[in-house]
Every structure is written in C-alpha cells, then in structure tokens.
C-alpha cells in the first residue's frame, strides 16, 4: 500500500542553518506529493506541493523536488529563522483523494 | 480562500458521555470531508472518508458505532464521539476537498478532546 517515510526528528539548528528533512514514499500510480506544517496547538498547513516528477515545489524560503528515482521528497530550506520551529509533515496523495502522512519532523531553531 | 474551521477547539466531558465535533467549510462547498485522529508527537490517521448525502466510509479498525459522522451539507460534517472513554482523548482534525479545490486538501485546527 501507499505510505511516507520521514526522518525522526527532533531536529535542532542554529538560526541561518541549512535544514534537510529527508521523505521517501511508496505508491502505486504517480502520487502528488506535499509537505505540511504544524505549529504547536493549531491544524495542519499546506506549505509546498508538487504533483508530477521532476517538479519542485517552493514556499517560504522552502524547496522539495519530486525524485521519482529515488522515490523521494525532501525538504530543505537554506537559512531557518526561529519562526520555522513547527512539526513537519510530508504526505502523499494517492488514489479516491486519500492523504497518506509521514510521522512528522519536530524541528527546533535556537536563536 | 479556502478556509475549514472546526467546533469546539476543545472540549472535555465525562467517561460515558458523548461528544459531538463540527466541521465547516467556510468559503467553499466541500463535496467531501475527512476525518484524522492525532496522537501525541505522532502523525496523521485518516479515520473516515464522508461524502455529502452518504454513509461515510471508515478506515480499517475504526469502529464506526463509535465515531458517528455526518456529512449533512457541503459545508459541514460532525463526528460524534458515543460513549467517550479515557482511550478516545485525541486531537480530532478534519479536512476538506471540494470540487474546485479537489486536488487539495485544505485542514481544520483541530479539536482537542479530554475524557475523564
């Protein structure tokens, strides 16, 4: 069945570090591909997508290209802020609509 | 565009009681409607699927006696919780995806659920 792979975080950077966030998935057919964001106490927020191989998705400063290849999907960002310390969610959609979650990255940014 | 809100963001009641959780689509018509149960520091399970005007489909494992849900309109659906047990303390999200906006799913902020 479909599934998402991520890094177990917690992960903690210095501000103005470079952030990895490393998910691979399984599906069958071609998936589209998205990474979610939660902040402490709220919902989930889409932050980037992508619905085909080879295309980036981009937001916030935050990058992720759909690697067929590599069945991957991973987030990077070149200089986080303390604002970016949240939960980090990569999800797939697969077939009847239905979103398939990693099991979260907790990233923390220290000033 | 695109806003789900959720109804109440939290609530606590007692063992035994019910609990019943709204879910809105405030500027779209969300043709369907999807239900999640989050652990702590855990992810995401898809507990439900509902479309407007029809039974709603559950995921393996979850009891659907237990978890009624709803799916009245296009632009509410409710879960409601019988019976809550101390197990049954989630965080309850719920998304929605409607025809202009069926390739996305757009989330509430959740609704935290304490039974004692």
């Known amino acids: 069945g479909d599934s998402v792979t991520q890094m177990e975080g917690p992960v903690t950077l210095s501000e103005e570090a470079f952030l990895t966030i490393n998910c691979t998935y399984t599906?069958?057919?071609?998936?589209?591909l998205f990474w979610y964001v939660q902040y402490p106490g709220e919902g989930l927020q889409l932050l980037l997508k992508?619905?085909?191989?080879?295309d980036k998705g981009s937001n916030k400063g935050f990058e992720a290209t759909y690697r067929k290849e590599t069945t991957s999907f991973h987030l990077e960002k070149g200089s986080v802020q303390v604002s970016d310390s949240a939960v980090y969610f990569c999800a797939l959609r697969g077939n009847f609509n239905k979103f398939y979650f990693g099991s979260g990255t907790k990233l923390n940014v220290k000033p | 565009g695109a806003v789900v809100s959720q109804h109440p963001s939290w609530v606590i009641c007692k063992s035994g009681t019910s609990v019943k959780i709204e879910c809105r689509s405030l500027d779209f018509q969300a043709t369907t409607m999807f239900w999640y149960r989050q652990f702590p520091k855990q992810s995401l399970m898809l507990m439900a699927t509902?479309?407007?005007?029809?039974?709603?489909?559950?995921e393996q494992g979850v009891e659907k006696d237990k978890f009624l849900i709803n799916h009245a309109s296009l632009t509410l659906s409710t879960l409601t919780v019988t019976s809550a047990h101390p197990e049954d303390s989630s965080f309850y999200i719920c998304?929605?995806?409607?025809?202009?906006?069926?390739?996305?799913?757009?989330f509430g902020p959740g609704t935290r659920l304490t039974v004692t």
């Open positions: 998304s929605a995806s409607g025809p202009n906006y069926s390739y996305e799913q757009y």
């Open positions: 509902s479309n407007e005007g029809s039974k709603a489909t559950y």
């Open positions: 599906a069958t057919g071609y998936p589209s």
């Open positions: 992508a619905t085909k191989a080879d």
